[in-house]
């Protein structure tokens, strides 16, 4: 029976979804299916004021937004999925020197977001609201601090599928 990140398939008619059987191998799942950040490049880093200027980011390609939402028990809550992502883009961040948020609040932000796709499907304006919730209190310290988004797509060969991010203080 194969595994996914999900679980392992089940062996009922209609192919519905097992969980794993504990936890921690679920969370080793995600990050093995999911992915971690590649790589990331702090680009001007700081200007001496010990607030960087310029940050350019390379993560994996986040969910769609569609269908990070669940309910259950009478609450609404993010899927495994979604949290696993936050993880994994918070666990890159601590590795970097800069400081948490990188653009405190009350500083105005822009960013550009570039995402490589593959297989060529889905909406670019499903991916933002995730990558930007993954940031909130690492790249600023609320999505409200965010005045200008340049969002791009292309289509790219398996395996340089990623979204590039170009985070920056608004003038």
Request: charged content about 30%.
């Amino acid at each position: 029976m194969k595994r996914t990140p999900l679980g392992r398939k089940s062996p009922l008619k209609g192919g519905g979804r097992v969980k794993p059987r504990n936890a921690k191998r679920r969370k080793s799942e995600w990050a093995r299916a999911y992915g971690s950040v590649e790589r990331v490049e702090w680009v001007n880093a700081l200007d001496g004021s010990g607030m960087p200027t310029r940050i350019e980011l390379t993560l994996p390609v986040p969910p769609s937004v569609n269908r990070i939402w669940r309910t259950g028990n009478g609450r609404t809550y993010k899927d495994a999925k979604a949290r696993a992502y936050g993880l994994a883009v918070e666990a890159e961040w601590r590795t970097s020197k800069l400081p948490r948020p990188a653009f405190p609040a009350g500083v105005a932000v822009r960013y550009t977001l570039t995402w490589y796709r593959f297989p060529a499907s889905g909406d670019l304006s499903n991916r933002l609201k995730l990558v930007e919730d993954a940031l909130n209190g690492l790249a600023w310290a609320d999505d409200r601090q965010i005045v200008s988004i340049t969002a791009m797509r292309y289509d790219c060969r398996r395996g340089e599928q990623g979204v590039h991010l170009i985070i920056e203080e608004a003038e």
